[in-house]
RNA sequence: GGCGGCAUAGCCAAGUGGUAAGGCGACGGUCUGCAAAACCGUUAUUCACCGGUUCAAAUCCGGUUGCCGCCUCCA
């Protein structure tokens, strides 16, 4: 199934074509190391993890660049609250970031560069930009790029100079010769941390980084460069006036820009102050069924962000572990194949829909019309034989491998993700037990009234009892 | 103010020219002592509104309304 992915600056859909045959180079923008990330920052990093793992699994040769910045105004400004350097302050969040992507199943990517490791090649660059004309030195040190130097400046967010210049504005101390000129190289103050440069002890503007660290690793045209929707102006404009204006080759074939994580509709963000942590998140929420959420919308929408939400993905994800979880306790039969056909259906069909802008939410949809057709054949006939076993292993692999979910143990996952934290029932899980055979006696004796009465009183508690022929099992209903 | 995006059933959500995926919920059925789960069936003659193009429009064009984002740090 041909590629087809949307760009941004053309608003469409087009056929995938990398530069250089299977080659394929993709740069996405990390975090600013001065926090805990929040979900709204765990939307971003999963989705191109999952196009990173499809392009993978679609044979190509990719190599994922994801940046690390580790120097900017935030992360000083943290340093001097919490007294203690940038260094560290950087090197801590690097950590925890590093434990919440362990959390969320998110890949490393094959370069985490981090912008300090990089000051040599951010020079360089600035220093071809001033050369070329295109940079100046300020009175105190600090480099601009120039913008009304750059043609097509404007061109991936569709605006034009003449509108920008009107809302542009200038800081207080800022040394620019026009408004919309943006920052190289910041001179430093007494006390920040600093490089040595020809213009001055400071430290790189947060654009240039990206420009000189992508170069490095995968040369001065990217076949994906991918972040945030709000990154797309300045910050990926800025990149394109900086790497084309340096190397006058194209920066960017395919950008690829990520929907929000609303909170009632609004943009999950720090300054708004509703955000949710993904460590907080992830304290009792499954991190598949965040995924899943993420995976249920298409990568460009926005997703309001809800308790409500979170448990219609829980749901689903039940639902497909507890399929996972009959094909497990089934019996083995000798028969012929019933599985196969759907299963050759299920696996082209989430190529399909990953092949159009990466659909994640179609190839969803299909996962869900697997789970009812493998649920089916065993409400028909509870057996399953070996070559079914062994496809419907083969379609889950390519489901953990593509989607990172379903990859925990059917029967671990809905124990701890449906009986969840017992406390919240005010029960111990003995008293629980003890019910439940109080119950099944009851039963036996055909004293259906003190039966149902058990179960009432446990449901009351939030607990759902299910006779199966193999016991009665119970879980918390959130 | 400038630029951009979105508007699909009770809710969530796919769908960019060929006659509305999927999930949740609700209702009916099979199964069950009764439930739960699973399965089967029903649940949008219609895609914010008004015009237009076309044999054909949720999809294209023009306008209106509402919401959101960017223009300052932002995934």
Not at 128 to 138: C, H, M, N
Not at 366 to 372: A, E, I, V
């Amino acid at each position: 199934m041909e590629l087809n992915v949307y760009n941004t600056p053309f608003k469409k859909k087009k056929p995938f074509v990398p530069l250089n045959g299977n080659k394929v180079g993709m740069y996405v923008c990390g975090v600013t190391v001065y926090d805990m990330c929040h979900i709204g920052h765990a939307r971003s990093l999963m989705v191109f993890d999952i196009i990173s793992r499809y392009l993978r699994r679609k044979g190509y040769d990719l190599t994922y660049v994801r940046n690390f910045t580790d120097i900017d105004d935030k992360i000083i400004a943290r340093a001097n609250a919490l007294e203690t350097s940038y260094r560290e302050v950087a090197d801590r969040y690097i950590d925890e970031f590093n434990t919440d992507m362990e959390i969320l199943g998110v890949r490393h990517a094959d370069i985490e560069p981090k912008a300090t490791d990089h000051i040599g090649d951010i020079i360089e660059m600035v220093r071809i930009l001033v050369e070329k004309g295109l940079a100046y030195r300020a009175e105190d040190g600090s480099v601009y790029f120039s913008v009304a130097k750059f043609k097509g400046y404007g061109s991936l967010s569709g605006r034009r100079i003449e509108e920008m210049i009107a809302g542009a504005r200038v800081d207080i101390g800022e040394l620019k010769r026009d408004p919309l000129d943006f920052a190289l190289w910041k001179a430093s103050k007494v006390g920040e941390p600093s490089w040595d440069s020809p213009w001055s002890k400071g430290r790189p503007g947060w654009h240039i980084e990206c420009s000189a660290m992508s170069t490095r690793f995968l040369g001065p045209t990217l076949d994906i460069h991918g972040g945030g929707r709000d990154l797309i102006f300045p910050h990926h404009e800025n990149e394109t006036a900086q790497s084309e204006g340096a190397y006058g080759v194209p920066f960017v074939r395919n950008w690829i820009h990520n929907g929000f994580v609303t909170v009632n509709g609004e943009k999950m963000s720090k300054s708004l102050g509703n955000f949710m942590t993904i460590r907080e998140l992830t304290r009792d929420v499954h991190p598949e069924v965040l995924r899943l959420l993420v995976l249920s919308n298409h990568y460009r929408s926005p997703i309001d962000f809800s308790r409500d939400a979170l448990n219609t993905s829980r749901n689903s994800l039940v639902r497909f572990y507890e399929m996972l979880d009959r094909v497990n306790r089934a019996t083995a039969t000798g028969d012929a194949s019933r599985l196969e056909a759907h299963i050759g259906t299920f696996l082209a069909a989430i190529d399909e829909a990953m092949a159009d802008d990466f659909n994640t939410a179609r190839a969803m949809a299909s996962l869900h019309d697997l789970t009812t057709k493998v649920n089916r054949s065993l409400d028909n006939d509870p057996r399953l034989s070996e070559g079914d076993r062994r496809q419907l292993a083969r379609a889950v692999e390519e489901i953990v491998e593509v989607f990172g979910i379903l990859a925990e143990d059917p029967g671990l996952f809905l124990d701890t993700v449906k009986r969840g934290d017992v406390q919240e029932t005010g029960l111990s899980e003995q008293e629980i037990l003890r019910l439940i055979d109080e119950r099944n006696q009851a039963r036996k004796a055909k004293d259906f009234k003190r039966a149902d009465e058990i179960r009432d009183t446990l449901k009351a508690k939030g607990i759902q009892l299910k006779d199966s022929p193999g016991g009665t099992l119970w879980e918390k209903k959130p």
